[in-house]
């Protein structure tokens, strides 16, 4: 059951997202592109045979395995990967500008005189990163998961689990984010940090995306890493968190 101090934050948190137009425009952007132009344009480019013969039989693994397997299914194949930097960088948009902004207008120094603990405070941030993030990038998913199969350009087995892959990226990256607002001071420190927290994992992902045997193996194969890392990072954000340390 939720506190009625977080619901009444969250509601406030939900009222600055939907104030701040240019941040929830910015945030659409990358799932469109990423989740909707660019698996239809692979969904088409692939009708056409390929120019190429498959690769050699001690090379078909992972990413070039299902292109030699079938390659009308390139979209199918590249969809985890989309899906999981997608639900990585939009929340971390989110969180920067809920945190980072009201930090910058001392707006959270109100909240010190409010009866709520700093772990609801933080809370309902995080909730509504997660609502305004996952109404942007359901529909997206749901309608590749849809779309895609009907079109021959993925098959049942390679989008089935990406929802649970959209969870794990979006829970990963609100760990993240929690993180970065209790190191970072403005906008352009915020920045920094969040490309240097989501490089390195997004440089494996596509590794891992190129690697991984396809099928439901890949999108679990990523979720799985993303549980562990982001239970990692919530567990220390959680242990060093203050409204001293969010102030400061």
Same mark, same amino acid.
């Given at each position: 059951?939720?506190?009625?101090?977080?619901?009444?934050?969250?509601?406030?948190?939900?009222?600055?997202?939907?104030?701040?137009?240019?941040?929830?425009?910015? @945030?659409?952007?990358? *799932?469109?592109?990423?989740? &909707? =132009? !660019?698996?239809? +344009?692979? /969904?088409?480019?692939?009708?056409?045979?390929?120019?190429? @013969?498959?690769?050699? *039989?001690?090379?078909?693994? &992972? =990413? !070039?395995?299902? +292109?030699? /397997?079938?390659?009308?299914?390139?979209?199918?194949?590249?969809?985890?990967?989309?899906?999981?930097?997608?639900?990585?960088? !939009?929340?971390?948009?989110? /969180?920067?500008?809920?945190?980072?902004?009201?930090?910058?207008?001392?707006?959270?120094?109100?909240?010190?005189a409010l009866p709520v603990r700093v772990e609801q405070v933080l809370v309902a941030k995080l909730l509504a990163t997660l609502a305004a993030s996952s109404a942007i990038s359901v529909p997206m998913?749901?309608?590749?998961?849809v779309a895609l199969p009907m079109m021959d350009a993925a098959s049942v087995e390679q989008v089935a689990a990406l929802p649970i892959l959209l969870v794990a990226g979006l829970t990963l990256s609100?760990?993240?984010?929690?993180?970065?607002?209790?190191?970072?001071?403005?906008?352009?420190?915020?920045?920094?940090?969040?490309?240097?927290?989501?490089?390195?994992?997004?440089?494996?992902?596509?590794?891992?995306?190129?690697?991984?045997?396809?099928?439901?193996?890949?999108?679990?194969?990523?979720?799985?890493?993303?549980?562990?890392?982001?239970?990692?990072?919530?567990?220390?954000?959680?242990?060093?968190?203050?409204?001293?340390?969010?102030?400061?």
């Amino acid at each position: 059951m939720i506190d009625r101090e977080v619901r009444i934050l969250f509601r406030k948190e939900w009222r600055q997202l939907l104030a701040g137009k240019s941040a929830l425009v910015t @945030g659409a952007i990358l *799932p469109l592109f990423m989740l &909707g =132009l !660019l698996p239809l +344009l692979m /969904a088409f480019d692939s009708r056409e045979p390929p120019n190429s @013969g498959p690769p050699p *039989p001690e090379m078909q693994f &992972g =990413l !070039l395995g299902d +292109l030699a /397997a079938d390659p009308r299914h390139l979209a199918g194949s590249m969809l985890p990967v989309f899906v999981a930097v997608v639900g990585m960088v !939009l929340p971390t948009m989110m /969180a920067s500008y809920l945190l980072i902004t009201e930090r910058e207008r001392r707006t959270l120094e109100l909240l010190v005189a409010l009866p709520v603990r700093v772990e609801q405070v933080l809370v309902a941030k995080l909730l509504a990163t997660l609502a305004a993030s996952s109404a942007i990038s359901v529909p997206m998913v749901a309608f590749d998961i849809v779309a895609l199969p009907m079109m021959d350009a993925a098959s049942v087995e390679q989008v089935a689990a990406l929802p649970i892959l959209l969870v794990a990226g979006l829970t990963l990256s609100t760990a993240l984010a929690l993180l970065l607002s209790l190191l970072a001071k403005d906008f352009r420190t915020a920045n920094n940090l969040a490309g240097a927290m989501l490089a390195p994992t997004i440089l494996v992902t596509l590794v891992g995306g190129f690697l991984l045997p396809g099928g439901i193996v890949r999108p679990i194969g990523i979720a799985v890493v993303y549980t562990i890392v982001a239970a990692l990072v919530m567990r220390h954000a959680v242990k060093t968190v203050t409204f001293e340390r969010l102030l400061s």
